[in-house]
Nanobody, 120 residues
Framework: QVQLVESGGGLVQAGGSLRLSCAAS????????MGWFRQAPGKEREFVAG????????YYTDSLKGRFTISKDNAKKTVYLQMNSLKPEDTAVYYC?????????????WGQGTQVTVSS
């Protein structure tokens, strides 16, 4: 059974930084795409960043490129999201997700989410 467990959320002042972690377990994730999404109150869930577990190729939503960085540690089976220069509008629940090879654009597995709150 695949499990994704996020951690690292919290309360931070505007301009600060946080690093989110997503610990993955339950299978080998080679060729998976690991992604970070977020959902703010009253808004739809949006894609933040993704990384190919095998190649390390990264993907970002344009508006966040330069402030957010996705990375991975194969040995720890953990994906990270480094968030810098945080703004109040970054406040959301952040979710880790995994997309299996051949799944198209569908993310098959999701974590429970971690709350990020940025105060002004």
């Amino acid at each position: 059974q695949v499990q994704l467990v996020e951690s690292g959320g919290g309360l931070v002042q505007a301009g600060g930084s946080l690093r989110l972690s997503c610990a993955a377990s339950g299978r080998t994730f080679s060729r998976y795409i690991m992604g970070w999404f977020r959902q703010a109150p009253g808004k739809e869930r949006e894609f933040v960043a993704g990384i190919n577990w095998s190649s390390g190729t990264t993907y970002y939503t344009d508006s966040l490129k330069g402030r957010f960085t996705i990375s991975k540690d194969n040995a720890k089976k953990t994906v990270y999201l480094q968030m810098n220069s945080l703004k109040p509008e970054d406040t959301a629940v952040y979710y880790c997700a995994a997309r299996a090879p051949g799944a198209g654009t569908t993310y098959n597995y999701w974590g429970q989410g971690t709350q990020v709150t940025v105060s002004s």
